[in-house]
């Protein structure tokens, strides 16, 4: 299953953060529209101003696992 999450660049210094809830932990979308809505919602300011200029500073990326992350298989 394909899931995403939400980075931001805070100091557009190249150096992107995970987006935490309330709880501390990262926040996971499955569905890459409903982490888009969120992050504008979030953010609502950086994401208007990067539809017009850069440099973009939020974004959603697709996280991608490794066959560790993964639960084994029964032999």
Known sequence: MTQYKLEVDRKNNGVWEDVRGSDGDVLIFDDEAEARVKLAELFPV???????????RTRVIKILRDEDDWPKRPA
Request: proline residues 9%; hydrophobic residues 25%; aromatic residues 10%.
């Open 46 to 56: 950086e994401v208007q101003m990067e539809k017009f200029s850069g440099p973009k």
